[in-house]
């Protein structure tokens, strides 16, 4: 056939043992793993305590309109492929995945601060997907073309952060506005 390219596979150098035991981590992946890995670790323990809250706000989820809004809390709370993204990329660096709901909570960037009334309730997970937005494109900009991997997985997780559109619309329809004194301006930490 006319234009058939042609490789030649001597050129192509073979993996060494050492190259096998390091994984995922070829040698195209130019990133310090441990810092990756402390990126996804942290991004891992902020869903986890996402989820966590979320699944509180759907049990307080108490008003009128608090039905569609409760239904989004829920389905928040039960979505893990984030999280199971995150973790299947940590072990796939080599890294250790912590689960321990403590743990996750003291690692992350929550503050803490859940809502008590619906309204709130809604502001705080709208600010807290912001933050995540936020943190999943620091972190793709902090990967730049040095591992090509995180950096696809962290963009495909981050086209899948939806949920602030749906709870801006339902909550357009109940006139949430946002606690006083919240500021939802982030600290980086890269």
Do not use: W
Request: hydrophobic letters at 35%.
């Amino acid at each position: 056939m006319k234009g058939d390219v042609v490789v030649d596979m001597t050129a192509i150098p073979q993996p060494t043992q050492d190259d096998i035991e390091k994984g995922a981590v070829t040698g195209g992946n130019r990133s310090d793993v441990k810092i990756v890995l402390k990126l996804l670790s942290e991004a891992l323990a902020a869903e986890i305590v996402f989820m966590r809250r979320c699944r509180r706000h759907y049990l307080m989820a108490k008003d009128i309109h608090a039905d569609a809004i409760a239904s989004a809390f829920l389905e928040d709370s039960n979505e893990q492929d984030l999280s199971d993204q995150l973790a299947a990329r940590i072990t796939e660096l080599g890294g250790q995945m912590k689960l321990d709901p403590a743990t996750s909570i003291s690692s992350c960037d929550a503050d803490g601060k859940e809502g008590s009334s619906l309204d709130e309730m809604v502001q705080e997970e709208l600010v807290a997907e912001r933050i995540a937005i936020d943190s999943y494109t620091d972190m793709i900009r902090c990967l730049g073309t040095d591992d090509s991997t995180t950096r696809k997985a962290l963009e495909e997780i981050l086209s899948e952060e939806e949920h602030s559109d749906e709870l801006t619309n339902i909550s357009d329809h109940h006139d949430a506005s946002p606690p006083s004194g919240h500021d939802t301006r982030r600290s980086s930490s890269n």
